[in-house]
Nanobody
């Protein structure tokens, strides 16, 4: 199983980025997916999650109304649209997959079985 995240970079505060995560080696539509992030010296934290169909999503309060998670099962791809970025959004962003046919997205990173390599997002003021 491979989860390949991309789309990170350096952006000014108030700007936007779109992260992508392409999955291979698994039947993507069978997996609940999530985005997490980790800043230096901090715990890995939940950002957003989506059900297997994409019909149900959840986002952390800290990014609510700014970030949107979506997926295209036909392309085995997960997305995270990030708008109105703030300096505190600076982190390495990871995509993750829960175990096959697992329930809804959850906020604990311990619940996720597969992880991408991460993509760096840096927001400057």
């Amino acid at each position: 199983v491979q989860l390949q995240a991309s789309g990170g970079g350096l952006v000014q505060a108030g700007g936007s980025l779109r992260l992508s995560c392409v999955a291979s080696g698994l039947t993507f539509s069978r997996y609940v997916m999530g985005w997490f992030r980790q800043a230096p010296g901090k715990e890995r934290e939940f950002v957003a999650g989506t059900s297997r169909s994409g019909g149900t999503t959840s986002v952390a309060e800290s990014v609510k109304d700014r970030f949107t998670i979506s997926r295209e099962n036909t392309k085995s791809t997960l997305y995270l649209q990030m708008n109105s970025l703030k300096r505190e959004d600076t982190a390495v962003y990871y995509c993750a997959a829960k175990s096959e046919y697992a329930g809804a997205a959850t906020t604990s990173h311990y619940d996720y079985e597969y992880w991408g390599q991460g993509t760096q997002v840096t927001v400057s003021s």
